[in-house]
């Protein structure tokens, strides 16, 4: 099952935190909110939200410096940060933003709906990448499966057991049914049903 999307909203603006907290609450997302910048470290260290509203004016740190904090620390890998702000606004303002490692930058004033998608925008990327870096995954379990096959394999030279890599003996089918995705269906040679059913003509045009 999809984990709800976690968003930790930060404003040291009670108004705008209130109304921003209540609209990305009424889109969907499970929210946290804080005011200052060392209460968001500490909330995104406990919770490791998904996405980070961060303003960029807070009382005691800038939210650029929060940005590199967090986009330099191998625990927020996948975490996405997007600043915002009602007062550093200009293109050059908004530069420094994205040069601190910010995914997305949004300048205040903005309607609720774009806000809104924009968020949802900034979700869609997340997830494929998330769904991305699952197939890559697999994938790399697979290859390690289909390494292990092609090593040598000790194999009983009576009863045909193969032994795995932890000492234990195993049946081929079951071997192989537990290493790779092969499902077997029961079928019979040409050579096995002239043997045991030479009645049958199972081969036979």
């Known amino acids: 099952m999809t984990q709800p999307i976690k968003i930790l909203i930060v404003d040291d603006d009670p108004d705008?935190?209130?109304?921003t907290t209540r609209l990305v609450k009424k889109a969907g997302y499970t929210v946290m909110e804080e005011s200052t910048g060392e209460a968001a470290i500490k909330t995104a260290?406990?919770?490791?939200?998904?996405?980070?509203?961060?303003?960029?004016?807070?009382?005691?740190?800038?939210?650029?410096?929060?940005?590199r904090?967090?986009?330099?620390?191998?625990?927020?890998d996948g975490t996405f940060v997007i600043l915002t702000s009602g007062m550093r606004t200009s293109s050059d303002q908004q530069s420094d933003g994205l040069d601190a490692g910010a995914d997305g930058y949004i300048a205040r004033p903005i309607s609720n709906r774009e806000l809104i998608a924009r968020i949802n925008a900034?979700?869609?990327?997340?997830t494929a990448e998330r769904e991305r870096d699952q197939v890559i995954e697999e994938l790399n379990q697979a290859l390690a499966?289909?390494?292990q096959?092609?090593?040598?394999?000790?194999?009983?030279?009576?009863?045909?057991?193969?032994?795995?890599?932890?000492?234990?003996?195993?049946?081929?089918?079951?071997?192989?049914?537990?290493?790779?995705?092969?499902?077997f269906s029961h079928s019979i040679c040409r050579e096995c049903a002239q043997k045991h059913y030479p009645d049958l003509n199972l081969f036979d045009p």
């Open 45 to 67: 260290r406990e919770q490791k939200p998904d996405i980070i509203l961060l303003d960029v004016v807070l009382p005691d740190i800038m939210g650029t410096e929060i940005c």
């Open 16 to 19: 705008v935190l209130f109304a």
């Open 145 to 147: 499966k289909i390494r």
């Open 122 to 126: 900034m979700v869609r990327i997340l």
């Open 69 to 76: 904090q967090i986009k330099s620390d191998p625990l927020f």
């Open 149 to 183: 096959l092609k090593s040598l394999l000790p194999i009983c030279m009576h009863c045909k057991k193969i032994r795995d890599d932890k000492g234990y003996w195993s049946e081929l089918e079951t071997y192989i049914r537990e290493n790779t995705d092969t499902e």
